[in-house]
């Protein structure tokens, strides 16, 4: 077995054997995720194009992800690329597809619902930095929807902002367009 | 790590605009700009309510421009600096925020709230105009769509008629989906050949209770004076596919009363059990936006004549601001809107005073 910092080259994989590469969070987190989804990591995919070659049992260092965004991002892709192969399956049969949808709806609403605010906000930055586009997508309309119809001091305490300005400015502000801040949901 | 008032900045431009791009309610835009002076000064550097409005309203782009001329006609003091910009973006920000919320009391959707009648239904209430209301064709293991009853003579055309969502509205689409019979032999699809549309409002109110109303679902000849039709649509043809059809009328049509009519013309498909010709509609959807005008309609004979009652209660804005938006900043479209309903209603509108 080639030690670390030696690349071995490989003969090409049979179908059959599903890759795993493990990747190591900054905070000692090991994990062995399925070569498909860590393809989803468009930072990991240029980097074993860019390299050309396959590598077997690399060890990947992902220096600003954490062990429980990581784990929660690797939750997110494997059930994101069922979710696609399923969609792909039910092509054509409008009644299949409509239940793979509702299924996914389903999947995305719980997971969405048992992020933190902080967890939320820690997935976004780990996500992008890990550039998997469709969860991103995800996560800002989850953003998005946090804020939505939210009262001012809500979204200050969701984004942890502090209130810099004067009692004069804030007045002014709300008079200005005064039929925006009503009819919010309860905080 | 301390995170305040940074989030925007950690993020970058790029996705922090993505998300409060998410917003589609004006008053979201609004009091994100409220939250700190880094978001105020984000929300309207990067012109996210300008943005808001152009996403919703996509004809006002013609008038944008219009806007920030007049915005620019700044007496006597033109600077190179920061604060005349600066100044146009406030202004921007306040006045298509305040645009948006005026205009979409309600976003642009579906404008249909009830069937009225279906001039004829093959099995009622099985296969009822209610069904039209449904996008599916299927819910469940039951088929959802309308269907006329069968006629040997395929230019038998057939009406069905629906209330909408409120007595104004601005209608610029209308969709129709024929149905197609899964269930039979060849799949047949029961389009019509054509398809034309009327709007207007009704010569007696209408008010019926469970039993008229069901007769009225299920089979009922209007007769064409039932109505006043303030607007005939051209005829589209439709084609013989089972998809949502969309058919785009040549202008937005202000629709005065809330009745709108769907005429399918000629029939193309036989039934192969009873060799007659059938008209199946799936879905019809009314694309458009509700106008909260202050007027409400009120038909005072059956001869026709109606009058607008103006009820000039404070409808979308109670802020001080509202003296600083001038007919020039309204859209030139809203404004040839309204001008078209006062010469519709001078034409047949009563005078308040005649007896």
């Known amino acids: 077995m080639a030690d670390d910092g030696v690349n071995t080259k490989v003969e090409a994989v049979s179908k059959a054997t599903t890759e795993t590469i493990e990747l190591r969070?900054?905070?000692?987190?090991?994990?062995?995720?399925?070569?498909?989804?860590?393809?989803?990591?468009?930072?990991?995919?240029?980097?074993?194009?860019?390299?050309?070659?396959?590598?077997?049992?690399?060890?990947?260092?992902?220096?600003?992800?954490?062990?429980?965004?990581?784990?929660?991002?690797i939750e997110y892709c494997t059930r994101a690329l069922e979710f696609g192969a399923k969609s792909a399956a039910a092509a054509g049969d409008k009644d299949a597809e409509r239940m793979v949808r509702q299924e996914r709806e389903g999947f995305e609403a719980e997971f969405v619902d048992e992020l933190?605010?902080?967890?939320?906000?820690?997935?976004?930055?780990?996500?992008?930095?890990l550039?998997?586009?469709?969860?991103?997508?995800?996560?800002?309309?989850?953003?998005?929807?946090?804020?939505?119809?939210?009262?001012v001091a809500y979204v200050r305490q969701f984004f942890d902002i502090e209130n810099d300005f004067t009692p004069q400015e804030e007045d002014q502000i709300h008079q200005e367009n005064a039929w925006a801040f009503e009819g919010v949901d309860a905080d | 790590m301390d995170n305040r008032g940074d989030f925007l900045q950690l993020l970058g431009r790029d996705m922090s605009t993505k998300i409060l791009n998410h917003l589609d309610d004006p008053s979201d835009v609004v009091r994100a700009c409220?939250?700190?002076?880094?978001?105020?000064?984000?929300v309207i550097e990067n012109g996210l309510s300008k943005q808001l409005c152009l996403k919703i309203f996509p004809e006002i782009s013609n008038v944008a421009h219009i806007i920030e001329v007049n915005n620019m006609i700044e007496p006597a003091k033109i600077s190179s600096d920061d604060s005349a910009e600066w100044e146009r973006l406030k202004r921007d920000h306040r006045v298509y925020a305040f645009l948006t919320r005026g205009l979409t009391p309600f976003m642009r959707g579906d404008c249909i709230s009830e069937p009225i009648s279906a001039s004829s239904t093959d099995n009622y209430p099985g296969e009822s105009i209610q069904n039209t209301l449904e996008p599916r064709d299927r819910v469940e293991d039951r088929a959802s769509y309308w269907s006329s009853k069968g006629e040997s003579d395929p230019s038998v055309p057939e009406t069905?008629?629906?209330?909408?969502?409120?007595?104004?509205?601005?209608?610029?689409?209308?969709?129709?989906?024929?149905?197609?019979?899964?269930?039979?032999?060849?799949?047949?699809?029961?389009?019509?050949?054509?398809?034309?549309?009327?709007?207007?409002?009704?010569?007696?109110?209408?008010?019926?209770?469970?039993?008229?109303?069901?007769?009225?679902?299920?089979?009922h000849e209007w007769m064409d004076d039932e109505f006043i039709w303030t607007y005939t649509s051209?005829?589209?043809?439709?084609?013989?596919?089972?998809?949502?059809?969309?058919?785009?009328?040549?202008?937005?049509?202000?629709?005065?009363?809330?009745?709108?009519?769907?005429?399918?013309?000629?029939?193309?498909?036989?039934?192969?059990?009873?060799?007659?010709?059938?008209?199946?509609?799936?879905?019809?959807?009314?694309?458009?936006?509700?106008?909260?005008?202050?007027?409400?309609?009120?038909?005072?004979?059956?001869?026709?004549?109606?009058?607008?009652?103006?009820?000039?209660?404070?409808?979308?804005?109670?802020?001080?601001?509202?003296?600083?938006?001038?007919?020039?900043?309204?859209?030139?479209?809203?404004?040839?809107?309204?001008?078209?309903?006062?010469?519709l209603l001078r034409s047949r509108a009563v005078v308040a005073n005649r007896v």
């Open chain 2, 34 to 42: 409220s939250v700190s002076r880094s978001w105020h000064r984000f």
């Open chain 1, 116 to 129: 933190s605010n902080e967890m939320l906000k820690e997935l976004i930055l780990a996500v992008n930095f």
């Open chain 2, 160 to 219: 069905l008629i629906y209330k909408l969502v409120a007595n104004f509205c601005v209608v610029t689409e209308i969709h129709v989906q024929p149905f197609q019979a899964y269930f039979q032999y060849g799949f047949p699809i029961y389009s019509s050949k054509a398809v034309r549309f009327r709007m207007g409002y009704p010569r007696r109110p209408l008010r019926f209770d469970e039993d008229k109303r069901d007769a009225l679902l299920a089979a």
């Open chain 1, 25 to 73: 969070t900054e905070d000692g987190g090991v994990f062995d995720v399925d070569k498909p989804v860590a393809m989803e990591f468009l930072i990991l995919k240029s980097f074993y194009e860019d390299e050309g070659r396959v590598f077997d049992k690399t060890s990947i260092r992902l220096p600003n992800v954490k062990q429980l965004e990581l784990s929660k991002v």
């Open chain 2, 234 to 343: 051209p005829e589209f043809p439709m084609a013989q596919e089972n998809c949502l059809q969309k058919f785009k009328l040549p202008e937005p049509v202000l629709c005065i009363g809330g009745i709108l009519q769907v005429k399918l013309l000629g029939r193309v498909q036989r039934q192969e059990m009873d060799g007659l010709y059938y008209i199946c509609v799936s879905h019809v959807q009314v694309v458009g936006r509700s106008l909260l005008l202050p007027f409400d309609i009120q038909v005072l004979d059956p001869s026709g004549l109606c009058a607008l009652i103006y009820q000039p209660k404070t409808v979308c804005c109670k802020s001080s601001t509202q003296s600083s938006v001038t007919e020039a900043s309204m859209p030139s479209h809203f404004r040839a809107l309204t001008e078209r309903l006062m010469q």
């Open chain 1, 131 to 151: 550039d998997i586009k469709e969860m991103l997508d995800f996560l800002i309309r989850s953003v998005a929807n946090r804020i939505r119809n939210r009262s």
